[in-house]
């Protein structure tokens, strides 16, 4: 019974010690368990640091950063109405021409008056006997011939005629259709001698004096936006050339389908009437600009937990013995631009930080080895103590050799 139960405890722990040992190799860098199965491993500085977990890397850079958010939007004039007469008729005349500037109160389209000339005199006529038998009723009041209610009665009707008067004079002021304002008229849609109802569209005109743009912004823009910031406008029809705007208004209502913040913009004067209204535009609305901004490349960011994280590199020991080791970074992310973040806070200029193999640092003070990805085959950045100096940024021009 004693030698079964022996033999049962060497069996426990050989099978242990070859778990332990099995475990110990699977942990081991590839070249370190190819140079133990025979092949010898290279050692030394010439071997670049093979045994290292390879990583590329990029400093942090400072450049200038503009916080804005783009939209696109629509131009539009200053005033703009499309000319519909209120009462049906035939056209007698048309005073403009088209695309010419006319000014307010112009006569552009005068509809055939004549019933209503017609009204407006019979109105006047029957005023005027309302007049006069007004006035002979005050001297007959006066004399004492006819009673008060005479003279009443004579007034309530003069005020009759006065009242049609003034409704004869309303129904010819509608046949003859003027401008509202100074602006440039458009193509007609009309001729001589046609027959138009009652809102039936004549002519449109424009003020364009002074355009507007109307675009759009997500809701969560709205505690930044205000009157009077700046805006920069773009139209592909003419392309290289950026127009400067100003926020004149915006809409306190929100667009429940889009969520959107509807915002309109001023624009000055352009020569030579190069923009027009209905101009598709893309807008651009400035809310900062940072001359100093620390921006990294967005491979750097890790999230984890609701937080972000970048892996920086720094470097321990001296001489030979120096070597660059990783360290996490808690950071404070703003504006992304392109392929670049801005870093607000937990970085410096001139970090180096890890834009690719973090995965294989989940540890912090690992020691690492920069891979230069542009260089042939991916070799290591440098050789002996240079492959311990971190590598330039992504996109750098490379040194020239010696």
Known sequence: ?????????????????????????????????????????????????????????????????????????????????????????RIAAIAFTEGARVRKGQTLVQLDDVLQRAELTQAQAQLSIAQANLKRNEELVAQAFVAQRVLDESRAALQVAQAQVALAQARLARMRIAAPFDGTVGLRNINLGEYVKDGADLVNIEDTSQLTVDFRLPERYQTRIAPGQAVQVQVDALPGRAFDARVQAVDPLLDANGRSLLVRATMPPAPGGELRPGMFARVTTVFSVNEAALVVPEEAIVPQGGKQYVIKLV????????????????????????????????????????????????????????????????????????????????????????
């Open 1 to 89: 019974m004693a030698r079964k139960t022996t033999y049962t405890w060497v069996a426990v722990g050989g099978i242990a010690i070859a778990s332990a040992a099995a475990w110990w190799f699977q942990q081991q860098p590839a070249d370190a368990r190819k140079g133990a199965g025979g092949a010898p491993a290279a050692a030394g500085p010439a071997a670049g640091g093979g045994g290292l977990p390879g990583v590329e890397v990029a400093r942090v850079q400072t450049v200038s950063l503009r916080d804005d958010a783009q939209s696109v939007g629509t131009l539009r004039s200053r005033q703009s109405v499309t000319l519909r007469p209120e009462v049906a008729g």
């Open 315 to 402: 470097r321990e020991g001296e001489g030979d013995a120096s070597k660059l080791v990783s360290q996490r970074a808690e950071v404070l992310i703003g504006v992304r631009r392109g392929a670049q973040v801005e870093i607000t806070r937990g970085l410096g200029e001139g970090d180096t930080v890890v834009v690719a193999g973090q995965q294989r640092l989940q540890r912090d003070g690992t020691a690492v080895r920069v891979v230069d990805m542009n260089r042939p085959g991916g070799a290591p950045a440098g050789q002996g103590t240079d492959a311990a100096k971190p590598a330039a940024p992504q996109g750098a021009k490379a040194p020239a050799a010696g």
